[in-house]
């Protein structure tokens, strides 16, 4: 069973859910696998690039996406991806936020709760964020993801558990998806209510934000009350992606990377012997609770993103994609910088909040 190393304040989680028993709740929504209609997706524009985006978005292109087409070479060579979180590690999160490191059964993760605003709502029931960072299934982790995870809990008023799943190509897809599920089991066990719950994640986290909570669906647990992705890969297969006028225009990804983990992903899992992760938009989406995803206009995941959506609501799931001018990929991330980044993370705090209230 999952436990924390330290107490942390997290056992007064469980303490508020006990103490608060007694007051009548809606039931958890359980998983629902029957026919529903179709429901149109919801398409919000956001107008506009600010100077700070024009200038990240070419250094980015200068800098990060050479990068990246040089490893879509060479993907197979021992690169020491690792050293990307270890080099955030001496950052902490956002002031006004407590952190506590938390076991996994085979993971860790990081518990952030601000201090300001313990997770509760008008009726004293904590919420709770599972946060999935990206990276491509290849880097980053709780230390780069820090600083963006503690804005997320501040604006969203939610605790926040932020997990440090396996990657590839150490273990394959599928572990990082059963880590996520085990943070999902970790917060339902700590006394929070899957009707107070968001999974949210960025990139490579934005395919585990779906997939995880399709396999927690699978293993007979309550559904999450909403599910938020940030410039989400839905679509292992890179071909459609390939074929849009984005796999050009990017000024993240080369196309050659998609090509390049898309064929690393396969390898892993035929030498680890597991049986091949499927995408999200491939999956059985009813039951699944409602979606927001945030995408730049000119990110190579853009048709993930529209994708996902129109596979959501042809299962009779509602979700919105808002789409910002000419944002790079992840761009939340700088929210510190670029004005866009601040407002998305307004919206997504907003839609959380709303969404478990």
């Known amino acids: 069973m999952p436990s924390t190393e330290t107490n942390g304040g997290i056992m007064s989680v469980a303490e508020r859910a006990r103490a608060d028993a007694a007051t009548p709740r809606r039931s958890p929504r359980l998983a629902r696998r029957r026919p529903t209609r179709a429901v149109a997706p919801v398409i919000e524009e956001f107008a506009g690039a600010s ?6 978005a070419q250094s980015l292109r200068r800098t990060v996406k050479p990068l990246l087409k040089t490893w879509s070479r060479y993907p197979t060579l021992p690169w020491p ?6 080099a955030f590690q001496p950052v902490g999160p956002a002031p ?3 952190r506590t490191r938390v076991r996994l059964p085979h993971s860790f993760a990081e518990f952030v ?10 009726d004293d029931t904590p919420r709770a964020i599972l946060y999935l960072h990206g990276g491509g299934f290849l880097c980053c982790g709780v230390n780069t993801h820090r600083q963006m ?12 558990l932020s997990v440090a799943y396996r990657m590839i190509p150490e273990a394959p897809l599928r572990g990082a998806v059963a880590d996520g599920v085990d943070g999902y089991r970790w917060l339902l066990d700590q006394g929070y209510e899957p009707g107070r719950i968001a999974i949210v994640g960025d990139s490579a986290g934005g395919f585990l934000v779906f997939m995880v909570t399709l396999e ?46 898309s064929v690393l992903i396969d390898r892993v899992d035929t030498h680890a012997g597991s049986i091949p992760c499927d995408s999200p938009v491939d999956a059985d989406l009813r039951g699944m609770p409602p979606a927001l995803i945030q995408v730049g206009s000119d990110e ?30 992840v761009f939340q991330a700088a929210a510190g910088f670029v004005p866009e980044g601040r407002r998305a993370l307004s919206e997504l705090g907003r839609v959380v909040r709303e969404a478990t209230a």
């Open 149 to 160: 995870v503690a804005r997320i809990a501040n604006r969203s008023h939610a605790d926040t």
């Open 81 to 86: 991806a690792g050293l990307i979180d270890l």
């Open 96 to 98: 006004g936020h407590d």
């Open 216 to 261: 927690a669906l699978a293993e007979g647990l309550p559904a999450p009350a909403v599910d938020v992705a940030m410039s989400p890969l839905t679509d292992l297969d890179p071909a459609r992606k390939l074929a849009h006028p984005n796999a050009k225009a990017c000024p993240v990804f080369p196309d050659s990377a998609l090509r390049a983990l």
């Open 51 to 56: 100077l700070q985006s024009q200038v990240l």
């Open 113 to 122: 709760r601000p201090t300001g605003d313990p997770g509760a709502t008008q």
């Open 300 to 329: 190579i995941l853009y048709p993930d993103a529209l994708l996902m959506a129109e596979r959501l609501g042809a299962a009779g799931v509602p979700s919105t994609v808002q789409v910002f001018e000419r944002q790079v990929h």
